[in-house]
């Protein structure tokens, strides 16, 4: 990071009073033990987990007031998804200033989703521990202000229990093919009825292909 904590404050819209919280924030493990350095990010990722939680599910209840808990809990588990904290991790450019060793650094690791929403993660702990939680509840907010469509459908469960309705059977899913480098690595999944294919779906994960595919499979029936 060369030491540069003016721009990822400037980043962030958040200047630090201990700048030793930041520079925690910014360590990951593998930077840790290539240095013989006591700490790293894994606890303020804890700690930044349980507040964003919190500020997540208390957005939603206000926003969302007609919807009930099954409702609240998929539109907080897309929101608060490695997908989404790693995008909200990209927008403030904090990929350039995490702190990873050499041979992680050449593995790419830096456009890893999970090493983006782990350390977006132990930012929300950092800003915490220097301030207090509105300080940290408003920084959310302006990510969250960020969530303009938030699809409501889990397709997995619709589509399970439309084929249990009219075949008295379930879905199997299949992964087609995986590729792409390992930092971006893309999964295929394939949908089946009776045997037959009725969907095909592309994601970042195999979670975010099935869902793709149940969508496909979900619509097609339902025309």
Known sequence: MSGNFEEVQKNLGYEFHDLNFLKIALTHRSYSSEYGLKYCNERMEFLGDGI???VVSEYLYNKYGEDNEGKLSQIK???VSAKSL???AKKIKLDKFILISKSEDSN???QRESLLCDSFEAIIGAIYLD???EI???FIHKFLSLEQTVELTDYKTSLQELVQAEFQNLPEYKVVREYGPDHDKKFEIAVFIEGKQFGLGIGSSKKE???NSAKQAYKKLNK
């Open 108 to 110: 790419f690791a830096r």
């Open 136 to 138: 940290v509840k408003n």
């Open 86 to 88: 790693s995008a909200w």
């Open 209 to 211: 292909a099935e869902q």
């Open 131 to 133: 301030s207090n939680f």
């Open 77 to 79: 588990a897309q929101i």
């Open 52 to 54: 964003l939680s919190a």
